[in-house]
């Protein structure tokens, strides 16, 4: 799920771009789940948002001056603490955000919770609450105009586009209908998006700036760049999953979708880029059909605090279900056997919890390290 930048009080320098209504009541519901068959007769014209398109300049043109500063005179150190807060920000992303909030993928006890809500309040991808309704309605209307970063409209739209407009009337509309008691009840994220505003500056660009600054008096200004640099090259990363993983790879378990599983996507986004697979099984906690940690380091990190007693109730899909999936939706290079079926988004969940989600799979489940 990429980043959205915009669409709340706590972004401080991008402009909003989405107003919806947090409270999702059943009549909405049910009004929007009459009209999903109705053609959309609205004409929806791209209104840019200037704001945000000078911010991502800026980003970028710093991000490649940071980069040019890491091999011309800022100090190792630097290098090194950047590229470790590079990690952990974006372990905040995958296994907090994305796995454990948004697919309900499995549960940590509150140390674990509140170490990947400061985790991903470094990566600055807006506060948990919104980024998990957004991608649950990325789940659920993959590939219709209801998906924030609609990946039929073209690499750039699904990569940063979508992020330089206003958002089609379809997004804000099926948000609604998404359930997010969950996240309501949480105290966790609760907390973090009421303090956001205050929370989002500091830990994402105050203390990555002045910790090399004061420890190992480092340059400020090659210190703000490098966190730039950082900032930016982990935004990149996780745009890669919605554009780079919608267009080029394999589809081994479903073959009408766009999402596809790449290796070297997988790499870069800390074991995000077997999305075909976790678009079939979003509720799988290694979202990924991997035996071991090869490309998936998130899956490592989940599993130490397994082992630590801090994470439980892993749901995982056994063999037999990924293998009759596959050879009823595959491309055939899991099986052999390659289907060519018309995408819906009919039936579509966005994770553990999901109203929609059949009884055959949570009945055939596989849950590790049971809780009480």
Known sequence: MAPNLYGNSATLFLEASQNVDQNNKSNDLNDTKNDDNKKNTRKYKWQIVWRNV?????????ALYGLYLMFTGAKLLSTVFHLLLSFLAGVGITAGAHRLWAHRAYKAKWPMRVILMVFQTVAFQNHIYEWVRDHRVHHKFTDTDADPHNATRGFFFSHIGWLLVRKHPDVIAKGKTVDMSDLDSDPVVVWQRRL?????????????????????????MYAWYLTIFRYTISL?????????????GTKPYDNSISPTDNLKIAIGAFGEGWHN???????????A???????????????LFASMGQAYDLKTVPVSMVEKRAARTGDGTR???KHNKTHSHEGAIWGWGDQDMSVDDINDAQIINKGD
């Open 289 to 303: 059909e991997l035996g071991n940690y090869r490309g998936n380091a998130t899956t490592a990190f989940i599993d």
């Open 54 to 62: 000078v911010a991502f300049i800026y980003l970028h043109g710093g």
């Open 236 to 248: 990149n990363l996780t745009w890669l999953v919605n554009s780079a993983a919608h267009i080029w």
């Open 335 to 337: 099986n052999g056997k």
């Open 196 to 220: 956001y505003i205050l929370l989002m500056p500091i830990f994402c660009f105050l203390l990555p700036t002045w910790i090399p600054i004061h420890f190992w008096n480092e340059k400020p």
């Open 277 to 287: 697979y976790h678009h079939v099984f979003p509720w799988d906690y290694k979202a």
